[in-house]
Protein backbone atom coordinates (compact mmCIF):
# COMPACT_ATOMS: atom_id res chain seq x y z
CA UNK A 1 0.00 0.00 0.00
CA UNK A 2 1.15 3.66 -0.97
CA UNK A 3 1.88 5.89 1.73
CA UNK A 4 -0.23 8.27 0.53
CA UNK A 5 -3.21 5.96 1.25
CA UNK A 6 -2.42 5.14 4.48
CA UNK A 7 -3.85 7.37 7.30
CA UNK A 8 -1.85 9.78 8.85
CA UNK A 9 -2.07 10.23 12.81
CA UNK A 10 -2.59 13.05 14.50
CA UNK A 11 -1.70 11.92 18.05
CA UNK A 12 1.20 9.94 19.80
CA UNK A 13 0.38 7.60 23.22
CA UNK A 14 3.19 7.39 25.43
CA UNK A 15 3.76 4.17 27.53
CA UNK A 16 5.18 6.51 30.62
CA UNK A 17 7.39 5.34 33.39
CA UNK A 18 5.04 2.74 34.77
CA UNK A 19 1.52 1.50 34.47
CA UNK A 20 0.71 0.84 37.90
CA UNK A 21 -1.05 3.34 39.51
CA UNK A 22 0.28 3.45 43.09
CA UNK A 23 4.08 3.93 41.15
CA UNK A 24 2.64 6.62 38.89
CA UNK A 25 1.46 8.67 41.95
CA UNK A 26 4.86 8.36 43.79
CA UNK A 27 6.60 9.26 40.61
CA UNK A 28 4.13 12.30 40.39
CA UNK A 29 5.30 13.50 43.97
CA UNK A 30 9.30 13.17 43.04
CA UNK A 31 8.84 14.84 39.89
CA UNK A 32 7.28 17.53 41.58
CA UNK A 33 9.66 17.92 44.14
CA UNK A 34 12.74 17.66 42.06
CA UNK A 35 11.03 20.70 39.31
CA UNK A 36 9.91 22.47 41.94
CA UNK A 37 13.90 22.65 43.63
CA UNK A 38 14.76 23.03 40.38
CA UNK A 39 13.10 25.95 39.35
CA UNK A 40 14.13 27.57 42.86
CA UNK A 41 17.82 26.50 42.77
CA UNK A 42 18.63 27.69 39.41
CA UNK A 43 16.04 31.46 40.23
CA UNK A 44 18.48 31.71 42.96
CA UNK A 45 21.54 31.09 40.87
CA UNK A 46 20.12 33.72 38.77
CA UNK A 47 19.16 36.37 41.16
CA UNK A 48 22.50 36.30 43.06
CA UNK A 49 24.36 36.95 39.83
CA UNK A 50 22.31 39.75 38.62
CA UNK A 51 21.90 41.27 41.79
CA UNK A 52 25.24 40.67 43.84
CA UNK A 53 28.06 43.12 42.00
CA UNK A 54 30.91 40.88 43.36
CA UNK A 55 29.64 37.69 41.41
CA UNK A 56 28.96 39.80 37.79
CA UNK A 57 32.35 38.06 36.43
CA UNK A 58 32.49 35.99 33.13
CA UNK A 59 32.15 32.76 35.08
CA UNK A 60 28.98 33.49 36.73
CA UNK A 61 27.54 35.50 33.59
CA UNK A 62 27.83 32.14 31.49
CA UNK A 63 26.36 30.53 34.77
CA UNK A 64 23.32 32.24 35.10
CA UNK A 65 22.73 31.61 31.13
CA UNK A 66 23.02 28.02 32.06
CA UNK A 67 20.70 28.12 34.80
CA UNK A 68 18.46 29.74 32.62
CA UNK A 69 18.84 27.16 29.63
CA UNK A 70 17.62 24.63 32.74
CA UNK A 71 14.90 26.34 33.78
CA UNK A 72 13.24 26.52 30.28
CA UNK A 73 14.62 22.57 29.39
CA UNK A 74 12.43 21.45 32.34
CA UNK A 75 9.82 23.37 31.60
CA UNK A 76 9.32 22.10 28.25
CA UNK A 77 9.01 18.24 29.63
CA UNK A 78 8.11 18.09 33.05
CA UNK A 79 5.03 19.82 33.38
CA UNK A 80 3.72 17.06 30.30
CA UNK A 81 5.16 14.32 32.25
CA UNK A 82 3.33 15.06 35.44
CA UNK A 83 -0.04 15.79 33.82
CA UNK A 84 0.59 12.08 32.76
CA UNK A 85 1.37 10.51 35.48
CA UNK A 86 -1.69 12.02 37.20
CA UNK A 87 -3.95 11.10 34.29
CA UNK A 88 -2.70 7.52 34.06
CA UNK A 89 -1.76 7.87 30.92
CA UNK A 90 -0.24 9.97 27.86
CA UNK A 91 -1.51 11.41 24.97
CA UNK A 92 0.17 14.19 22.85
CA UNK A 93 -0.81 15.69 19.52
CA UNK A 94 0.95 15.56 16.40
CA UNK A 95 1.69 19.23 16.40
CA UNK A 96 3.19 19.54 20.34
CA UNK A 97 5.22 16.65 20.01
CA UNK A 98 7.00 18.52 17.24
CA UNK A 99 6.91 21.74 19.11
CA UNK A 100 8.26 19.64 22.34
CA UNK A 101 11.34 17.96 19.74
CA UNK A 102 12.16 21.54 18.66
CA UNK A 103 12.13 23.21 22.21
CA UNK A 104 14.06 20.27 23.89
CA UNK A 105 16.63 19.71 21.47
CA UNK A 106 17.52 23.41 20.90
CA UNK A 107 18.17 24.02 24.80
CA UNK A 108 19.97 20.69 24.41
CA UNK A 109 22.12 21.63 22.04
CA UNK A 110 22.53 25.62 23.19
CA UNK A 111 24.03 23.73 26.56
CA UNK A 112 26.28 21.70 24.95
CA UNK A 113 27.85 24.47 23.30
CA UNK A 114 27.68 26.97 26.57
CA UNK A 115 29.70 23.96 28.69
CA UNK A 116 32.09 24.31 25.87
CA UNK A 117 32.40 28.45 26.27
CA UNK A 118 32.36 27.57 30.06
CA UNK A 119 35.28 25.83 29.44
CA UNK A 120 37.05 28.09 27.54
CA UNK A 121 36.33 30.93 30.08
CA UNK A 122 38.33 28.60 32.86
CA UNK A 123 41.59 28.13 30.26
CA UNK A 124 41.65 32.10 29.81
CA UNK A 125 41.00 32.60 33.63
CA UNK A 126 44.21 30.34 34.84
CA UNK A 127 46.34 29.76 31.67
CA UNK A 128 46.15 33.04 29.81
CA UNK A 129 45.17 35.30 33.31
CA UNK A 130 46.60 39.08 31.94
CA UNK A 131 44.72 38.54 28.50
CA UNK A 132 41.36 37.13 30.33
CA UNK A 133 39.87 40.57 30.87
CA UNK A 134 40.02 41.66 27.46
CA UNK A 135 39.07 38.33 26.22
CA UNK A 136 36.46 38.08 28.40
CA UNK A 137 35.18 41.47 28.20
CA UNK A 138 31.32 41.93 28.71
CA UNK A 139 30.83 42.06 25.05
CA UNK A 140 32.05 38.54 23.88
CA UNK A 141 30.32 37.41 27.13
CA UNK A 142 27.25 38.59 25.53
CA UNK A 143 28.39 37.39 21.97
CA UNK A 144 29.13 33.83 23.24
CA UNK A 145 26.39 33.12 25.18
CA UNK A 146 23.60 34.63 22.55
CA UNK A 147 25.92 32.53 20.24
CA UNK A 148 25.08 29.62 21.94
CA UNK A 149 21.29 30.03 22.38
CA UNK A 150 20.90 30.92 18.46
CA UNK A 151 23.21 27.91 17.54
CA UNK A 152 20.81 25.72 19.24
CA UNK A 153 17.73 26.82 17.94
CA UNK A 154 19.33 26.55 14.25
CA UNK A 155 20.21 23.01 15.30
CA UNK A 156 16.76 22.19 16.54
CA UNK A 157 14.82 23.98 13.32
CA UNK A 158 16.95 21.64 11.27
CA UNK A 159 16.27 18.47 13.47
CA UNK A 160 12.39 18.61 13.21
CA UNK A 161 12.69 19.90 9.35
CA UNK A 162 14.00 16.00 8.90
CA UNK A 163 12.08 14.33 11.15
CA UNK A 164 8.94 15.37 10.23
CA UNK A 165 9.15 15.47 6.68
CA UNK A 166 8.30 11.67 7.09
CA UNK A 167 4.81 10.68 6.41
CA UNK A 168 3.77 8.99 10.11
CA UNK A 169 0.84 6.46 9.49
CA UNK A 170 1.24 4.24 12.35
CA UNK A 171 1.45 2.65 14.89
CA UNK A 172 1.53 5.80 17.24
CA UNK A 173 2.59 4.05 20.74
CA UNK A 174 5.59 4.39 21.50
CA UNK A 175 7.91 3.40 24.91
CA UNK A 176 8.32 6.60 26.28
CA UNK A 177 7.41 9.31 28.46
CA UNK A 178 8.25 11.86 26.19
CA UNK A 179 8.78 13.05 22.86
CA UNK A 180 12.65 12.05 21.72
CA UNK A 181 13.57 12.19 18.03
CA UNK A 182 15.40 9.10 17.97
CA UNK A 183 11.82 7.25 19.45
CA UNK A 184 9.34 9.54 16.92
CA UNK A 185 11.71 8.80 13.74
CA UNK A 186 11.20 5.12 14.79
CA UNK A 187 7.45 5.05 14.16
CA UNK A 188 8.20 6.75 10.06
CA UNK A 189 6.38 4.75 7.51
CA UNK A 190 8.82 5.11 4.54
CA UNK A 191 12.77 5.33 4.65
CA UNK A 192 14.41 7.02 7.43
CA UNK A 193 18.28 6.04 6.94
CA UNK A 194 19.18 9.20 5.15
CA UNK A 195 18.09 11.10 8.16
CA UNK A 196 19.06 9.34 10.77
CA UNK A 197 22.60 9.29 9.21
CA UNK A 198 21.82 13.56 9.16
CA UNK A 199 20.58 13.34 12.98
CA UNK A 200 23.80 11.20 13.78
CA UNK A 201 26.07 13.63 12.37
CA UNK A 202 24.36 16.70 13.45
CA UNK A 203 24.76 15.19 16.66
CA UNK A 204 27.94 14.36 17.06
CA UNK A 205 28.77 17.67 15.43
CA UNK A 206 26.73 19.06 18.63
CA UNK A 207 27.87 16.83 21.37
CA UNK A 208 31.69 16.21 19.89
CA UNK A 209 32.87 19.60 19.07
CA UNK A 210 32.07 21.24 22.52
CA UNK A 211 33.82 18.17 24.10
CA UNK A 212 36.86 18.81 21.91
CA UNK A 213 36.89 22.45 23.23
CA UNK A 214 36.16 20.98 27.01
CA UNK A 215 38.70 18.63 26.57
CA UNK A 216 41.71 20.26 24.99
CA UNK A 217 40.63 23.83 27.59
CA UNK A 218 41.12 21.21 30.90
CA UNK A 219 44.52 19.69 28.94
CA UNK A 220 46.02 23.03 29.37
CA UNK A 221 44.74 23.54 32.44
CA UNK A 222 46.16 20.82 33.47
CA UNK A 223 49.40 21.50 32.13
CA UNK A 224 49.59 24.92 33.82
CA UNK A 225 48.43 23.45 37.20
CA UNK A 226 51.08 20.97 37.30
CA UNK A 227 54.13 24.21 36.35
CA UNK A 228 52.23 25.56 40.18
CA UNK A 229 54.61 24.96 42.88
CA UNK A 230 51.81 26.37 45.52
CA UNK A 231 49.47 24.25 47.74
CA UNK A 232 46.93 27.06 47.56
CA UNK A 233 47.37 27.32 44.02
CA UNK A 234 46.34 23.76 43.08
CA UNK A 235 43.26 23.88 45.41
CA UNK A 236 42.17 27.34 44.34
CA UNK A 237 42.77 26.70 40.19
CA UNK A 238 40.88 22.65 40.85
CA UNK A 239 38.29 24.21 42.84
CA UNK A 240 37.04 26.69 40.27
CA UNK A 241 36.90 23.77 37.50
CA UNK A 242 35.98 20.80 39.43
CA UNK A 243 32.04 21.67 39.54
CA UNK A 244 32.15 22.46 36.01
CA UNK A 245 33.47 19.00 35.30
CA UNK A 246 31.41 17.32 37.17
CA UNK A 247 28.12 19.02 35.34
CA UNK A 248 30.38 17.98 32.00
CA UNK A 249 30.46 14.63 32.74
CA UNK A 250 26.87 13.67 34.08
CA UNK A 251 25.30 15.45 31.35
CA UNK A 252 27.11 14.46 28.35
CA UNK A 253 27.57 11.10 29.63
CA UNK A 254 24.05 10.33 29.23
CA UNK A 255 23.10 12.26 26.23
CA UNK A 256 25.94 10.53 24.42
CA UNK A 257 24.54 7.20 25.67
CA UNK A 258 20.99 8.31 23.83
CA UNK A 259 21.79 9.89 20.68
CA UNK A 260 25.49 8.76 19.30
CA UNK A 261 25.55 5.22 20.68
CA UNK A 262 23.99 2.47 18.27
CA UNK A 263 20.89 0.75 19.25
CA UNK A 264 18.18 -1.76 18.69
CA UNK A 265 14.66 -0.97 16.39
CA UNK A 266 13.09 -0.60 19.86
CA UNK A 267 13.61 1.16 22.66
CA UNK A 268 14.05 -0.06 26.24
CA UNK A 269 12.91 0.59 29.69
CA UNK A 270 16.79 1.39 29.71
CA UNK A 271 16.62 4.22 27.02
CA UNK A 272 13.43 5.61 29.89
CA UNK A 273 16.04 5.22 32.44
CA UNK A 274 18.57 6.99 30.61
CA UNK A 275 16.20 10.10 29.54
CA UNK A 276 14.72 10.42 33.13
CA UNK A 277 18.37 11.34 34.26
CA UNK A 278 18.78 14.31 31.78
CA UNK A 279 15.26 15.53 31.95
CA UNK A 280 15.09 15.32 35.70
CA UNK A 281 17.96 14.20 37.28
CA UNK A 282 21.09 16.54 36.03
CA UNK A 283 19.04 20.25 35.93
CA UNK A 284 18.02 19.52 39.72
CA UNK A 285 21.70 18.73 40.58
CA UNK A 286 23.27 21.36 38.02
CA UNK A 287 22.55 24.27 40.64
CA UNK A 288 24.06 22.45 44.10
CA UNK A 289 27.09 21.00 42.20
CA UNK A 290 27.77 24.78 41.23
CA UNK A 291 26.38 26.14 44.48
CA UNK A 292 27.14 24.08 47.10
CA UNK A 293 30.89 24.42 47.85
CA UNK A 294 31.13 27.54 46.15
CA UNK A 295 32.50 30.06 48.97
CA UNK A 296 31.15 33.07 46.43
CA UNK A 297 27.92 31.85 46.02
CA UNK A 298 27.57 31.14 49.67
CA UNK A 299 29.27 34.83 50.17
CA UNK A 300 26.60 36.20 47.79
CA UNK A 301 23.83 34.78 49.61
CA UNK A 302 24.51 35.75 52.44
CA UNK A 303 24.56 39.03 51.25
CA UNK A 304 21.47 39.19 49.96
CA UNK A 305 20.10 37.61 53.52
CA UNK A 306 21.40 40.67 55.09
CA UNK A 307 19.91 43.08 52.74
CA UNK A 308 16.66 41.54 53.26
CA UNK A 309 16.94 42.16 57.56
CA UNK A 310 17.92 38.20 57.95
CA UNK A 311 21.57 37.18 59.60
CA UNK A 312 22.35 33.82 58.79
CA UNK A 313 24.12 32.41 61.66
CA UNK A 314 28.16 31.88 61.50
CA UNK A 315 28.81 27.74 61.95
Avoid at 141 to 154: D, I, K, N, P
Avoid at 237 to 262: E, Q, R
Wanted: proline share 3%.
Amino acid sequence: MAVENLTAITEFVFVGLSNHRKTQMVLFVVILLTYTLTLMGNLVVIMLVRFDSRLQTPMYYFLMHLSGLEICYVTSTEPQMLAHLLAGNGIISFTRCAAQIFVALSLGAAECFLLGVMAYDRYLAICRPLLYPVAMGSWRQMHLATGCWATGFLFGAIYVGCAFRHSYCGPNRINHFMCELPVVLKLACDDTHVTQAIVFVMAGLVLLVPISVILTSYAAILYSVLQIRSATGWRKAFSTCTSHLVVVTVFYGTVISMYLIPRSTTFSDRDKQIAVFYVVVTPFLNPVIYTLRNKDVHEAAARVLRRGGFEPKRL
